[in-house]
């Protein structure tokens, strides 16, 4: 229930996004989003954890981490305002993948032959959402490119710092780090008329973003990351439908096509995962906890 409610905040979030971009600056909404992340984590967090919340081994990896999810969120923000949220969100949803290949290069985790078919199963599903002639290929398909990359390296330093960091902790630093990071350039791009007449879609935005990343936290403080990834493409779904609802857009036949592709390379991968971790606790080699 966890992971799910997590997604639909993240697809809501992705359309209320690209409705919010009509009505303020871009780089307000991505500074608000940030800015109330940190504010509302460390308003929830710090009267339980006190100054434990601010302790972390890891500042520098936390910091890298807060600039990745502020880069991806970016390009999200930007790329929603030409691309549709569906498909968008289906190539987003690419990344589990990429994000294994890097663990397999960085991390020298081994790649079974099935995990790198189903990679490339995602990637033709991609090819048939961005094909030229579709409704998608523009140059605006830079964005969910450079998101798919940014997002990938994120998983990873995520997977890293997990036991390490308490989870909170590193929630308010993500926080804290893109609000810090926004802050001068917001500057830029300001409109005190804009926030007044259009706060409720500024709160909104920085409500999904942080409610949604608490769900994903407590979702994987109670099960693993192979059980829950499969339920995270509930995303696409939810999308798709909101951008229908909200903006009267449906992918065309062959861009279903792709997006059934790729959730089928993303859950295929989750459950190869699943089955790779029963047979390592059935060997008593599995890892204490797996993120």
Known sequence: MLIVVAALCFAFLDTATKHATLLAPVLMLLWFR??????????????????????????????????????????????????????????????????????????????????????VAGLVGVLLVIRPGGQVFSWALLFPVLLVG????????????????????????????????????????????????????????GFLGTFGHL????????????????????QIGFATLAGWLVFDHAPDALAWLGIGVIAASGVGNALLSARELATLRLRGTAPAATL
């Open 34 to 119: 940030y800015v109330f992340q940190a504010v509302v984590t460390f308003a929830l967090r710090f009267p339980v954890q006190k100054l434990h919340l601010l302790s972390t081994p890891n500042p520098r990896f936390q910091a890298l981490r807060g600039v990745l999810l502020l880069t991806t969120s970016a390009c999200s923000f930007f790329g929603l305002q030409y691309l549709p949220v569906g498909e968008f969100t289906a190539m987003v949803m690419l990344s589990p993948l990429v994000a294994t290949a890097l663990a397999a290069w960085l991390l020298k985790n081994p790649v079974s032959q099935q995990r790198w078919l189903l990679m």
């Open 150 to 205: 940014t997002y990938a390296w994120f998983q990873v330093l995520t997977s890293r710092l997990s036991g390490e960091e308490n989870p909170y902790t590193t929630h308010f630093y993500t926080g804290l780090v893109g609000a810090l990071v926004m802050t001068p350039i917001a500057a830029f791009s300001w409109s005190t008329a804009a926030l007044l007449a259009h706060w409720p879609w500024f709160v909104l935005i």
């Open 215 to 234: 769900m994903l936290i407590r979702a994987y403080m109670r099960a693993s990351a192979p059980v829950l990834t499969p339920f995270l493409y509930t």
